[in-house]
């Protein structure tokens, strides 16, 4: 019985540990046409129930070139991209709650009550700028022909914390999540006064995903 009670101990150990693959082979670099057998491969990895690991390598060397998860169909955890060396080259940070809705702190004042502030507000260019620097469309959103415009809301203390990001008009769950992770992104701004007193302020912007 003891023997018995031991084989199926670890076969049930070995079944938990096994992780559902599946691999595709491609001609070119890009992912973009399949082959039975090719120089390049994805590995696709299902990690539970809801997240999967996407890797895409050299299929002779076994040389990543980029790592990606997925929760779902919304991009998950930390995706990386590599040099030809196999050092790392760049990362996306996709580990955050995406969350809906409009999330206004007892205290804070929306943007426009600011009055003239805002006419001559530096933190306009460093958004825009920020934006601009970070943005990235999704490419299976590009695959699809998706585009939308979504609306961030976020808080600047008076320190120029940004903080409550939110999503209060979502596009789609690709452009949603990647507007989510460029404002997550932005950290810091210039901190708003009024009336010489150092206010939170609540402000909204729109992204918009177009493709030519």
Known sequence: MTKI???LLLFSNL?????DSEIKYFKDKYGKTEVESGPYM???????DSVTNHTFSKTKKGQKIWSKSYLGKQPYGLWTRYDKKGNIESTRDYNFTLKYGEFIPENAIRYWELGTATQSDP?????????????????IAVENGTEGRVTVQFTIDENGKVDNLSITEGADILLDTECFAIMNSLKQLEPYKKNGQSVVVYKTIPITFRLK
């Open 5 to 7: 009670f031991i084989l």
């Open 42 to 48: 994805l590995e696709i990895k299902k990690i539970n």
């Open 123 to 139: 933190n306009n260019e460093k958004i825009q700028q920020h934006i601009i620097k970070h943005f990235r469309y999704p490419e």
């Open 15 to 19: 079944a938990i540990s096994q992780v």
